[in-house]
């Protein structure tokens, strides 16, 4: 509206007065780009003038804005030091817990950078077998050796660290890569050659050696356990089908975290109250496999705590496929028998009697489904757990996307079932660990702190089980009659040295654990 000087209006306990005003002429004769809008301006000059009945209400509302404003602010002024206090407090202990961290890195990193310097398979606590010495001229077939380099931890492929070295054969050679470890002379690469079903020559950075050592084979690292013989095994020996097994119910994100994975341990945390259908805790394969090879099963929050940063510290100095091989060779899948399952190698052969690389996805399943509860999913004492649990392994390999819907099904619909126990399917001088067990002290294996290197030489251990066995069916048949099946026992000594190179203490371990060659009151004339 046209405003008329004089006139006034009211807001807030305020009246407003127009004092004056000025009308500025219409501007589109003289800008024609704003023909299509109207502007006009004018200046209005207003002035205010409180009200009488208002002015002792507004002296009121001032007076409280001050007091309330003076308290607000010493309110303020008061909190102030508990806040600096607080913050400080927080940035100290946020300090000292990355120096104890820092700390706590540096000091199982050289945990892991010991074992590795020394050789992480052959620097665990256990008992150790004599190293292998070759020679020119000595009895071994090409296969016989690769076995023999296989368990005492050579991979037929590139090696790390992790490795006792690397071999690659060809018709007739055999070349070894060794990891010098504290031998630093020994040579880089090892030839062999075979002519006849014997060694022909041994040459070390192509100048002859007269003989060379191998790592020595492990016989058990717990004294509890009887194993058979191991083999080791690299990530590109384990088949597709166990590896996507495992990782399905064990660690499905094992290629993306860093040792730890957060998203198992929340989710564990949320969800695991003791239900079977949980298909995964919240530790990873690499904290599983410190686990097995450096700390103590007891369950405390000290040893998982160690185990996290053990991880850790692992999973920057190895690759993720040298630890998932690490974890497959050393992983406890139970006992069948006197033998124990100490691998998926071993798994495989007690339980199916095949290579592993003729698993079925039924067999890998059921093998990947063991690691949670070797006892309780046992395939040969509890089979409708061990379905259930096998089940659970195809529905996480299903939601991975490592089979289809179609061949889940058709292997639900098969049984689990597993092969009778092969005739050589034996733990390896299981008599001769019980003695040295009895007779050394320091070999106690069980408690993680001692490695023991004996003097059985496991070609001659070999032979000696071959032999009384063939001895006690020839017996047997001259004794057809007789009621009670013979027994044998049989020793093997270095006439130098009086050192035990062979022990074999009754024709079945499993059946009885006597050993007849040191403990079996006998009279002089029948040894003689």
């Not at 009895?139 to 090696?159: D, I, K, S």
């Not at 860093?258 to 259908?277: K, M, P, Q």
């Not at 702190?449 to 003097?455: A, E, G, I, L, M």
């Not at 030489?457 to 013979?486: F, V």
């Amino acid at each position: 509206r046209k405003p008329v000087p004089g006139s006034g209006f009211q807001v807030s306990g305020f009246r407003f007065q127009v004092s004056t005003w000025h009308q500025i002429p219409d501007t589109r004769s003289l800008h024609p780009t704003l023909e299509t809008r109207n502007y006009r301006e004018m200046t209005i000059e207003i002035t205010s003038v409180p009200l009488r009945r208002w002015s002792v209400w507004l002296r009121i509302a001032r007076i409280r804005h001050r007091l309330f404003s003076t308290t607000r602010r010493r309110k303020v002024s008061s909190r102030r030091p508990v806040l600096r206090f607080l913050t400080a407090l927080f940035l100290l202990g946020t300090v000292l817990a990355a120096d104890t961290l820092q700390r706590s890195y540096k000091y199982y990193s050289r945990l892991i950078d010991a074992r590795l310097a020394s050789g992480y398979l052959t620097s665990r606590p256990g008992l150790y077998a004599a190293p292998r010495v070759l020679r020119a001229g000595q009895g071994f077939t090409q296969p016989a050796l690769v076995n023999a380099l296989q368990r005492a931890g050579y991979v037929e492929t590139e090696a790390s660290e992790v490795w006792s070295g690397s071999f690659k054969q060809s018709p007739g050679v055999i070349e070894i890569r060794p990891q010098r470890f504290e031998q630093k002379s020994e040579p880089r690469v090892v030839r062999i050659t075979f002519e006849k079903d014997q060694i022909a020559g041994l040459t070390g950075d192509d100048l002859t050696l007269d003989s060379f050592t191998l790592a020595p084979e492990v016989l058990t690292n717990d004294l509890s356990a009887k194993t058979g013989n191991h083999k080791t095994l690299a990530y590109l020996d384990i088949p597709p089908v166990l590896v996507h097994a495992i990782l399905a119910i064990e660690d499905r994100r094992f290629f993306q975290h860093s040792g730890i994975d957060l998203l198992a341990v929340t989710r564990a945390l949320f969800r695991n109250a003791g239900d079977e259908r949980i298909g995964q805790g919240g530790s990873t394969i690499s904290q599983q496999l410190v686990k097995n090879t450096y700390l103590s099963p007891e369950r405390t929050l000290r040893r998982k705590y160690a185990e996290a940063m053990l991880a850790f510290a692992l999973e920057r100095r190895l690759s993720k496929e040298d630890i998932f091989a690490l974890y497959c060779n050393e992983v406890y899948l139970g006992q069948r028998g006197a033998v124990v399952a100490r691998g998926v190698e071993q798994a495989a052969k007690i339980y199916f009697g095949k290579n592993l690389k003729d698993l079925s996805l039924n067999e890998a399943a059921t093998i990947a489904g063991m690691i949670q509860g070797p006892a309780r999913y046992s395939p040969e004492r509890n089979k409708e757990a061990t379905k259930t649990r096998r089940d659970l392994v195809l529905a996480a390999m299903l939601r991975e996307g490592w089979i289809s819907a179609e061949v889940e099904a058709a292997t639900f619909a098969e049984p689990v079932s597993v092969a009778p126990l092969p005739n050589g399917a034996r733990s390896v001088a299981p008599h001769f660990i019980d003695y040295v067990n009895r007779v050394s002290p320091e070999a106690d294996a069980r408690t993680g702190s001692q490695r023991v290197y004996t003097t059985i030489d496991l070609d001659l251990q070999q032979l000696a089980e071959t032999a009384l066995q063939e001895q006690l069916k020839h017996l047997e048949k001259l004794n057809a009659r007789g009621a009670n099946k013979p027994e044998a026992a049989l020793v093997a000594l270095d006439p130098h040295t009086g050192n035990v190179l062979a022990m074999v203490g009754g024709r079945d371990y499993g059946q009885s654990q006597l050993n007849r060659a040191t403990d079996a009151s006998r009279q002089p004339g029948s040894t003689f």
